[in-house]
């Protein structure tokens, strides 16, 4: 059950969020007295504690070989908004094994819906089936 200060924190943009989703994270970075919104672009792994104010997104990108995690608190003040660039059918609800895969192993692990334009909040999300249509056959 929310209280109502919960509820007044509680972000209403937020796109459909699940684990196999390639997303870009707009987080706003204050340095000194000025304030810039930096892009971190990378695949949901694990999403946890629900839906309420203490959600939260943990997103993976490689960088220069390395593996870099972030864990965004979704209804953060702090994160200007979250696109979905890519939806990606997958068969677990935490993808921590991706941690020890090649891209190459990743990218044949995932059935991927590539979209023309990224998903705002406002669009409808996308269906189990619509993902199975789009999915190539093997």
Do not use: C, W
């Not at 304030?35 to 629900?50: D, M, Q, Y």
């Not at 979250?82 to 044949?108: H, N």
């Amino acid at each position: 059950m929310t209280t109502t200060i919960e509820q007044t924190n509680l972000r209403a943009n937020l796109p459909e969020l699940r684990p196999g989703d390639l997303v870009r994270v707009h987080q706003k970075i204050k340095e000194g007295e000025k304030e810039r919104i930096s892009i971190f672009e990378g695949l949901v792994i694990a999403t946890k504690h629900g839906t309420g104010v203490s959600a939260t997104l943990t997103v993976r990108k490689v960088v220069d070989g390395i593996g870099v995690e972030r864990v965004f608190p979704i209804h953060s003040p702090r994160i200007d908004k979250i696109e979905v660039v890519r939806r990606s059918k997958v068969g677990r609800a935490k993808l921590y094994y991706i941690r020890d895969k090649a891209a190459r192993e990743v990218r044949r692990k995932m059935r991927t819906l590539r979209l023309e334009t990224p998903i705002t909040p406002a669009e409808e999300s996308i269906t189990n089936e619509e993902v199975e249509a789009a999915a190539p056959t093997e």
